[in-house]
């Protein structure tokens, strides 16, 4: 949401949404004190619904104590992930995204012997998928959108998972691309490093390139000459002179 006038339809979509998946319908709410709640379509819309809203007192967040606490961990896990991945803010919303998708396939004690996932959708959710946020990424590129020379993968960062389909967020800060695909190879123990300054050993490890190393000649042993051989003799007296033999 980008601005609080887009709250009542995202609400309208939320709330239909909820309703479908757990056959059941929203009696009531509760929101804090702001203009995007307080609004006068927003207050139409819930009664011509019959639904009850309640407000809490201004500056006292401890009256929506679930919420609040909740949004305090979310946050927690944000800071601790952009922290370890060494991104910067911007991907702050990726993050959240991230951290509530792991908040919701982790065991929690407001939900007793079932994981919050389970509890919502009545089924355990897969959890081989998961990889690190910000780690070092692959995106194979198809076919059809490349030449013959060209790399088939792009390296870029994971920033997340796509809710609607089973795919990755990977993001290509050199290009400025967001790519979203379900074919990503990981190296989950290595940051991003932008090209112009990575070392060429991050590529080779790419396992879609394929990298053909001309073999090295072998160095030429040369052997020591009959002077590099002789053995530096300690004295300096000169050597005797040769002898001639005499002819017969």
Known sequence: MKYKLEALEIFKEWKALREK??????????T?????????????????????KDATTPYTPQSNGVVEWANCTIMEHVQSILDDAGLSKKYWAFAVSVAVYHKNSTPTRSVVGKIQHE???????ISKHLCVFGCFAFVHVLKEERNKLDYR????????YSISTKQYFVYDPLAKTLHRSQDVVFREGKRYTAPNVADEAIFNEHIYRYVIEEPKPKPIEKKPTERQTEEPSDDDSPSDPPKWKKMS
């Not at 509890?119 to 959710?125: F, I, L, N, S, V």
């Not at 993968?153 to 997340?160: E, K, L």
Request: hydrophobic residues 25%.
């Open 119 to 125: 509890a919502w959708h009545g089924r355990k959710p």
């Open 32 to 52: 804090d004190g702001g203009g995007e709640y307080t609004s006068r379509k927003f207050t139409e819309y819930v009664k011509s619904e019959g639904k009850l």
């Open 21 to 30: 998946e757990s056959g059941k319908q929203v009696k009531r709410f509760r």
């Open 153 to 160: 993968a792009t390296p870029g960062i994971f920033i997340g």
